[in-house]
């Protein structure tokens, strides 16, 4: 037996000599697995709902999933700072689906707990017809909500933040992957008053200096009027060893019916601070009047969304920064002047909304859209003008419960702003369907 182990023994070392590696990392590597994404987050729900479930007072399970089709015809071009570069009409299509699974458990205390699984994806990326697998699917919220005392209660955790008409702030709901943050919010409501203030990490750098980018504020939905200030904290420091950035914005969102079938609506924010060396100075004014007779049939609109722009001859920097808002519901559907750019932006716009049997909706929309510094045009002379866009969108259920939103858009850019000048469209159609 002694020769036999001593043989083995000699025949092990000479396969770990061969293979350039001891015994323990050949196993190792033969019992090293790579799960997929989807497998983990899949079997992480299934834990979770078999272990809250059982010992929830209350357990909710629900899901949506969403397919959307978009066509594009867009002309690139120009050399604004507002706008992307190129110089030809390029056709686009894409296909996008949203899967979202939502599990909402609460205990005999009252306290809960909210997971909403996400997978997001452009169809085709990545490829499929193979065996490749991908990492889309993963935890859109989680987050703990306790109740503290009356109206009171506390949510920790990864979560959509979403106040007002979300000029401010919101969740782009139209995005396909949607916008979330991580933190902690505070909640009190009574009657039909709600207020949050909360603490939100945008960036955690584990510098151990600190410099962390951080989101505080308070909103106050005090009905009518609501009031709000926000604080974006950027710790890191520039070369010159001043904060990256500290931005205060506050203001007031109003909304009302000053007279009978007369709908008024209008926000109104100012930013203060320091980017680097630079002093901020900037505002933002909204409004919106709308005529509804009797029945809620129509709705006809017109108003004005203004964006300060920055002044080369001022010291300050004074365009405004829309940071966190849902674009796409304000700025055309479009979605050509989402970001916030030196020039700023004024959009002049008028809404026709009508219903259309019992569930079905007709939505037009037009927009005049202009900077309000000049920027340099196409023939090197100073203009404001962009363009002009028309929306249209129809939407309503169908057979077998699912939720229907078609639409296309045409935008007349100015030759100042685009080299190539004929009309751009867009179209989409979008399927939606909610299980609980």
Known sequence: M???E???ELIRKQ????????????LDSLLVVEV????????????LVAVVAPNARAFELSADMRWRTESNRIALSGESSVLSSGDRMILEGLHLLRTRVNVKATNEGGSSIFVQIQDSRVVGEPSSGGISQDDELGIQQAFLSVPLFDGAALHAGRQVLAFGDQRIIGAVGWSNVGRTFDGVRLTHMKGKRRVDAFYMKLAERRSGTGRDDDLWGVYAALNPVDLFGIVEYDADKTDEGDRELVRATIGAHAKGTPVSNLQAEATAAYQAGR???????AFLLRGELAFVPNGNVSRSAVGVDYSSGDDPDSDDYEAFANSFYTGHKFRGYMDQFLASNREGLLDLFALQKVTIGEDWGLTAIAHLFRTVESFQGMSDDEAHTLGFELDGIVSGPARGGVNVVAGGSVFFPTDEWKEETDPELWGFVQLMVKAK
Request: negative net charge; proline residues 3%.
């Open 6 to 8: 001593e043989q083995t």
């Open 36 to 47: 997929p994404m989807w497998v983990r987050t899949a079997l992480g729900l299934v834990t």
């Open 275 to 281: 980017a680097g060396e630079t002093d901020l100075a």
């Open 15 to 26: 396969m770990q000599e061969r293979d350039g590696k001891n015994e323990q990392e050949a």
């Open 2 to 4: 002694e020769g036999a």
